[in-house]
């Protein structure tokens, strides 16, 4: 819970950057967003390896990571044009973009309060479960979200608005359908391959140090 205060920093920081990261999307730039995620991570680890240290190093290392995130990609979309202006509440086409969030905005959350769930349950259990849902849901989201699904999505949803605005309804179908099937022929051998290489992969990669190979099999499990 102590770590907790200084990780809630990271939030804010965090909704910027993804803020921006849909703007750079938007106007078809892909490789420098994409990229900001190697780069929070990379600062991170690289503080982590420098100082180590107590385990209070690593929120404020994710903190730093995720602060250089923002910077680099405000940096690099003012470079691309954007100019920040305050919001005008009065005009119809905020007041339509607010109506248009509240669904994402309600999927959006299903997550964190699943993974909210998840952790309560996992406090009944023995020492380290929550650690190691922790690291499965890390792993999943990185590969199959950030890697595979997210590619799909930013390639999708600018061909997409574009034939929304046109009012091209059979493309915005079609798209549609075309988003689908590659979801699902991604998550199908993703899924074969989580299946067989689950268990060995977090052995070798995690079996080592205070992880022990146990955890690691148990996390091989529940990946």
Partial sequence: ?????IMAW????????????AWL???????????????????AAGIIAGIGGEISILPVAYLVGSAVQFGCM?????LRGLRLATPTTSDEESRRLARLTVRPSVSASLNPVTRAVETAVASFLPPGSATVLHYAHRLVHAIGGTVLFRSVMVALLPRMT???????HEAVGRLSQLGARLMV????????????LGVPAADAVFG???FSAENAR?????I
């Fill in 1 to 5: 819970s102590e770590l907790l205060r």
């Fill in 10 to 21: 990271i939030i804010p920081l965090t909704a910027g950057s993804e803020v921006l990261r």
């Fill in 25 to 43: 999307n938007a106007r078809h730039l892909f490789v420098v967003p994409a990229a900001m995620t190697v780069v929070l991570n990379a600062v």
């Fill in 74 to 78: 405000l940096l690099f979309a003012a």
């Fill in 162 to 168: 574009r034939a929304y605005v046109n009012q091209d």
């Fill in 185 to 196: 022929g991604v998550s199908l051998p993703v899924t074969a391959f989580g299946l067989a």
């Fill in 208 to 210: 080592v140090g205070r």
């Fill in 218 to 222: 148990l996390l091989g499990v529940v």
